[in-house]
């Protein structure tokens, strides 16, 4: 009695310890989130980087040539971003049109900056810091999608109740 209760726990004990191996990521799939997330990163540090570029160039550099500055500055992500978008055109990669609509976004918020420059004058502080804020928010929560979105897809590629169904 007392061999088949140990046998048991030792049979439990194994395949509660299969089933957390199952639950772990791979090494390699922990690499390729992990670059993923970083280079989400390195886009936040450059984006906040531009902003605070901009914060200062409006305190150091006079109207007329601040406004052409943030109207050039548009032009150069417009080209940028069409650059990017034909390119995952012709790849057919999903990252690089998202990176793409993201740069897009960036250069519609720049030619808003042009317009609010002259609205909220003393005040184009908050302007900018506001978009600081806003990227950075929306770059946390792209890095946590990906994890969690991750973990979800190998977890369901380690799932094998559909080809038990299937048998």
Not at 33 to 58: A, P, S
Request: glycine share 4%.
């Amino acid at each position: 009695m007392k061999n088949k209760e140990t046998e048991i726990s030792t049979n439990l004990a194994k395949l509660e310890e299969e089933i957390k191996n199952k639950k772990k990521l791979p090494q390699e799939k922990k690499k390729a989130i992990f670059k993923k997330c970083l280079l989400n990163t390195i886009l936040l540090i450059i984006i906040l980087i531009y902003l605070i570029c901009l914060q200062i160039g409006e305190q150091n550099i006079e109207t007329g040539t601040y406004i052409a500055t943030l109207k050039t500055l548009s032009i150069i992500l417009i080209i940028g971003t069409t650059i990017m978008l034909e390119i995952s055109y012709r790849t057919n990669k999903n990252n690089i049109i998202i990176h793409s609509i993201e740069i897009l976004t960036l250069t519609f918020y720049t030619l808003l900056l042009i317009s609010g420059y002259s609205i909220y004058y003393g005040n184009f502080h908050k302007i900018t810091t506001t978009g600081m804020i806003v990227s950075g928010i929306y770059y946390i929560l792209k890095n946590i999608l990906i994890i969690t979105n991750a973990k979800k897809k190998y977890q369901k590629s380690q799932n094998d109740i559909k080809s038990i169904v299937k048998n």
